[in-house]
């Protein structure tokens, strides 16, 4: 998580930020206002896992489950970007609400998981937090990451009042945008779509597991 961007990460960061800077900033405030109304309206939304937590289990039995978890939600989401890729300019920008909402469901389901309530405030901002630290720069990253250590012992907010929608709206554009435009193109959008979001779900899955093992963790010592 700590780890600096290589040279590759740091062109593509390079390119978009250029792209940002030509970018009017009446586009970017609207772009965050819509990434903002919706990403709060799918994390209060109610049923958004698909069952309780789960209690009484041990780690490898989590770990378990959550890869079959992730497994379902990857051919979900592949599923969607071919569709998506498949059907031109309007279904390819259909494609970002509705595979932001699959990642954010499998957040919930992951958190049910490892036994949290996903319907506590804070474990929503958790599952926030894990987003930004699966899509973001090298930079952002370690911030995001620094702010999840001993998760369980701090206070937290209690309400997305002073949430910095902006920087997580640019973070997420940033890091999809340049795999997310190849879908774009004939023929080959539909391959791509489907490559690209089974990917994206396998890094957020990965990311989610890493997060609730750390905690899991700090609980036992």
């Known amino acids: 998580m700590l780890k600096p961007a290589g040279p590759f990460a740091r062109g593509a960061r390079g390119l978009q930020q250029r792209i940002n800077r030509a970018i009017p900033e009446k586009a970017h405030a609207a772009v965050t206002e819509v990434m903002r109304q919706l990403t709060r309206t799918i994390?209060?939304?109610?049923?958004?896992?698909?069952?309780?937590?789960?209690?009484?289990?041990?780690?490898?039995?989590?770990?378990?489950?959550?890869?079959?978890?992730?497994?379902?939600?990857?051919?979900?989401?592949?599923?969607?970007?071919?569709?998506?890729?498949?059907?031109?300019?309007?279904?390819?920008?259909?494609?970002?609400?509705?595979?932001?909402?699959?990642?954010?469901?499998?957040?919930f389901d992951l958190a049910g998981v490892y036994g949290r309530d996903g319907e506590a405030f804070a474990e929503r901002?958790?599952?926030?937090?894990?987003?930004?630290?699966?899509?973001?720069?090298?930079?952002?990253?370690?911030?995001?990451?620094?702010?999840?250590?001993?998760?369980?012992?701090?206070?937290?907010?209690?309400?997305?009042?002073?949430?910095?929608?902006?920087?997580?709206?640019?973070?997420y554009r940033d890091y999809i945008d340049l795999a997310k435009l190849a879908q774009l193109v004939p023929v080959i959008g539909a391959p791509v779509g489907a490559v690209v979001n089974w990917r994206l779900l396998d890094r957020l899955g990965e990311t989610a597991m890493n997060g609730y093992r750390m905690r899991w963790l700090a609980r036992q010592d």
Do not use: C, N
């Open 43 to 107: 994390l209060v939304g109610s049923d958004l896992a698909s069952g309780p937590p789960l209690r009484d289990a041990g780690l490898a039995e989590r770990d378990r489950r959550a890869l079959k978890t992730i497994h379902d939600y990857r051919r979900i989401a592949a599923v969607e970007g071919g569709v998506a890729g498949a059907g031109g300019f309007w279904l390819a920008v259909a494609d970002f609400p509705a595979l932001l909402m699959i990642k954010i469901r499998l957040l």
């Open 125 to 171: 901002l958790y599952i926030l937090h894990l987003f930004q630290l699966a899509f973001s720069s090298a930079e952002h990253r370690g911030r995001v990451f620094q702010g999840l250590e001993d998760w369980d012992g701090r206070e937290h907010p209690a309400d997305f009042q002073h949430f910095d929608w902006r920087s997580f709206q640019q973070e």
